[in-house]
Nanobody
């Protein structure tokens, strides 16, 4: 069973930056699509960014393009999310997610689809104040 552990959440003022990290353990497959989702109370969890651990391909929601960058960490099966120019609307619980296999062709919506992911972390809170 894959376990995902997030770290790096916190509070920041609008315009600031935060970096989230997600580390996977217990994985048995050689390739995963790893992603970040976020959720605020009363709203559906939405995909933010994803990365293919084999190809390094990345995928972003329109709302974060140009501000957020997902990348593979130094350790195997880790992904980081660098969040710049944060806005109060970015306030949410951020979750790491993963599924075995490829993220798919560039531009595919699959990596940011909620039900595509099999494994989930416990979440880390990000709060952006105005």
């Amino acid at each position: 069973q894959v376990q995902l552990v997030e770290s790096g959440g916190g509070s920041v003022q609008a315009g600031g930056s935060l970096r989230l990290s997600c580390a996977a353990s217990g994985y048995t497959y050689w390739r995963y699509c790893m992603a970040w989702f976020r959720q605020t109370p009363g709203k559906e969890r939405e995909g933010v960014a994803a990365a293919d651990t084999n190809t390094g391909s990345t995928y972003y929601a329109d709302s974060v393009k140009g501000r957020f960058t997902i990348s593979q960490g130094n350790a195997k099966m880790t992904v980081d999310l660098q969040m710049n120019r944060l806005e109060p609307e970015d306030t949410a619980m951020y979750y790491c997610a993963a599924y075995p296999g490829t993220c798919g062709p560039q531009g595919s919506p699959e990596p940011l689809r909620l039900n595509a992911h099999s494994f989930w972390g416990q979440g880390t809170q990000v709060t952006v104040s105005s």
